[in-house]
């Protein structure tokens, strides 16, 4: 039986006295909002709710199901932005040139040269793709840093993707998803369960339960279906597996980075009912300040995927997290200095 939640808002403050609009155009000098749930439901009992037909049952939050939930974030509609265009000012799919594009980055850009940024020096040493990427096809194994998380919404069991990031000290773990992933206009979800590594019908790794989400409070919870927004970006602190084992033990967790350059390269890793799936592709700023977009087709299932870059040592870095998409590109929160503030009090919690 579910025991009950709280949620309340907490300031975590990087700089005093920013506003969530100007936060948007000058980040460093904002003041963080976090909104904080907690869901007190007994560990063994989620898990006792997650039998495998459950999951079965469990509807991508991307895809039309219930009229509680109708269908997972699209892109902005319009001329520039509407699903089947070939080009605007927000995004060039299977651009001839630009930063860090080629044809030939679409699909396999394995020697294709970033474009720079803070972890990139310009001319540096071609990078290697990250492992398993192509044009949105199933990866050979899945990888425990990405998961599919199951939670419930007006008693509607549905499924996101998401993937692990350091927690503190001590701490079970963080997982990073798409904000209406776990909070609706009619309340946050509860049920949160992650399995990390997904694949077969069951994760790699245990499963792991989830007690506190914590999102921005510049994020506008709007019901599937709506366009993509800004700061569509929730952290959820989730306790050890049935083992007792920590996400960090069982090599669940993405070395996480803030303020890239939303140019170059990026992979999106996610999941599309039961199989993962991973696409490389380009990353150019979105219209909306916080957000990216990548020339990456979309799927059921892939809101709260990771974006990920490889850093100039070669370990693939999440920076940005999927809200939503069509049949030819990507969009979603690309980490930056007011998500610092946010994760740093998140990963306490």
């Not at 030819?328 to 946010?342: D, I, K, T, Y």
């Amino acid at each position: 039986m579910h025991k009950g939640v709280k949620a309340l808002a907490i300031g975590v403050v990087l700089a005093a006295g920013a506003t969530a609009a100007a936060a948007m155009s000058s980040p460093a000098t904002a003041a963080d909002q976090a909104v904080v749930y907690r869901d007190d439901e007994d560990a063994a009992a989620v898990r006792a709710y997650w039998t495998p037909e459950r999951m079965r049952q469990a509807i991508d939050l991307d895809r039309p199901g219930t009229a509680a939930l109708p269908g997972g974030p699209r892109l902005a509609g319009g001329p520039d932005r509407g699903p089947g265009t070939t080009g605007g000012p927000d995004w060039e799919p299977r651009t001839a040139g630009g930063p860090g594009g080629s044809p030939a980055a679409i699909g396999n850009a394995v020697n294709a040269r970033p474009a720079g940024g803070p972890d990139w020096a310009p001319g540096a040493a071609e990078p290697v793709a990250y492992a398993g990427s192509n044009a949105g096809r199933a990866v050979a194994a899945a990888d425990r840093r990405v998961g599919r998380m199951f939670a419930v919404y007006a008693n509607q069991p549905f499924t996101c993707t998401a993937a692990g990031v350091p927690a503190a000290a001590g701490k079970g773990g963080l997982i990073v998803t798409a904000a209406h992933c776990v909070k609706q206009p009619n309340g946050f979800a509860t049920r949160v369960l992650y399995l990390p590594g997904f694949e077969n019908g069951s994760g790699q790794s245990g499963t792991f339960v989830g007690s506190t989400y914590t999102i921005d409070s510049g994020f506008t919870p709007v019901f599937p279906g709506s366009p993509v927004g800004a700061f569509d970006m929730a952290f959820v602190s989730v306790g050890p597996n049935e083992s007792g084992k920590r996400l960090s033990e069982v090599g669940g967790e993405f070395q996480v980075a803030f303020d890239h350059a939303k140019t170059g390269l990026g992979t999106a890793v996610h999941y599309s009912g039961d199989t993962q799936t991973s696409c490389l592709g380009i990353i150019t700023p979105s219209s909306i300040p916080t957000n990216w977009v990548t020339t990456c087709p979309g799927a059921s299932g892939s809101s709260g995927g990771a974006l990920v870059q490889e850093n100039i040592d070669g370990i693939p870095t999440i920076v940005g997290v999927i809200g939503g998409a069509d049949a030819v590109r990507m969009e979603g929160h690309f980490f930056e200095a007011r998500s610092r503030g946010l994760y740093l009090y998140a990963r306490t919690l």
